[in-house]
């Protein structure tokens, strides 16, 4: 059926080293692609979404870049530093029946080693 | 201005028992949803509910979860005859669904801990 798939499940990055997220989606009407960090024992949060009429979006130290016809998006973090060890979730909207909803990937642990 | 809130906090229940988790949206938010998330896991659907549409209760895991959203606003997610591996984080999240600008921002509340003993 319809999906999201994430890589990696996790990583570990030396800080002020860069992480790259990678996801892939199966429906092609996805047309919004998010992106939540949740911190230990905390909900998740929006940090940056991209929509599907631009390639590339930033914010910061954080951008996050769409490849529709290869069906995927990244997220991408430079110059790492130890507050930004969380899970990270990707998600789009996937048709579910007659609705569609955002689907989330199933999470990246990012480590931040100092 | 306020967010998505969730009572209660924290849950612990004996096995069998029923449990009622609550959920308060964004104001104007139409559209509602139920994740569980376990320990170290992703987000698990539940159940989905947008605006007086039929609910997507397609990720309801058994009949012994149903969820309810009284008058466009508040639900209700509701595990009868609670079994350990409920156990969980449950976690609601409101959005300001438009489908003219197919918006579909999710705002997540704190969750409620449900622990079965």
């Known amino acids: 059926g319809e999906n999201v798939e994430q890589h990696p499940s996790t990583l570990s990055v030396q800080e002020g080293d860069s992480a790259v997220i990678k996801c892939t989606y199966s429906?092609?009407?996805?047309?919004?692609f998010p992106w939540y960090k949740q911190e230990l024992g905390k909900r998740p949060q929006l940090i940056i979404d991209?929509?599907?009429?631009?390639g590339e979006k930033k914010d910061q130290r954080i951008a996050v870049t769409l490849n529709k016809t290869a069906k995927h998006f990244s997220l991408h973090i430079t110059e790492t530093q130890p507050e930004d060890s969380a899970v990270y979730f990707c998600?789009?909207?996937?048709?579910?029946?007659?609705?569609?909803?955002?689907?989330f990937g199933s999470g990246t642990q990012l480590t931040v080693l100092p | 201005g306020a967010g998505v809130s969730q009572s209660p906090s924290n849950k612990v229940t004996e096995k069998g028992k029923d449990v009622e988790l609550r959920c308060d949206p964004i104001?104007?938010?139409?559209?509602l949803y139920w994740y569980r998330q376990s320990l170290g896991q992703g987000l698990e659907f539940l159940i989905y509910?947008?605006?007086?549409?039929?609910?997507?209760k397609s990720g309801l895991p058994s009949d012994r979860f149903s969820a309810e959203r009284t008058g466009g606003s508040v639900s209700t997610l509701t595990i009868q005859r609670t079994q350990q591996e409920d156990s969980a984080v449950y976690l609601c999240?409101?959005?300001?669904?438009?489908?003219?600008?197919?918006?579909?921002?999710?705002?997540f509340g704190p969750g409620t801990r449900l622990t079965v003993t």
């Open positions: 104001s104007g938010h139409t559209a």
């Open positions: 991209i929509r599907s009429n631009v």
């Open positions: 999240a409101s959005s300001p669904r438009d489908r003219a600008r197919f918006s579909y921002e999710q705002y």
């Open positions: 429906d092609s009407a996805s047309n919004y």
């Open positions: 509910f947008q605006g007086n549409s039929a609910p997507d």
């Open positions: 998600a789009a909207p996937i048709s579910s029946g007659s609705a569609r909803q955002l689907t």
